[in-house]
């Protein structure tokens, strides 16, 4: 993914988690998806909060911009 990103001149992950930081962006991780393939939260980046669907769903309705990934 790197070598691809790279040579389609497009930002890498850590370049553009670094602008959503300094734009204040909130990020949120899929506790469902953590739990289901057996990952620590410690093993992902500091700033995430943890939530399911139902958590979710009312904040991205409400949102100006969201991105599921």
Known sequence: M???FKNKGVATV???RELCIEADV???ACQM???VFG???SEFIDG???VGATYFMP???ESDV???I
Request: charged share 40%; hydrophobic share 40%; net charge negative.
């Open 48 to 50: 995430l909060d943890y």
């Open 59 to 61: 904040v991205a309705r």
């Open 33 to 35: 998806t953590v739990d």
């Open 39 to 41: 990952f620590e939260q």
């Open 14 to 16: 850590e370049e553009l």
């Open 66 to 68: 969201c991105l599921f």
């Open 26 to 28: 909130k990020m949120y």
């Open 2 to 4: 790197k070598k691809t």
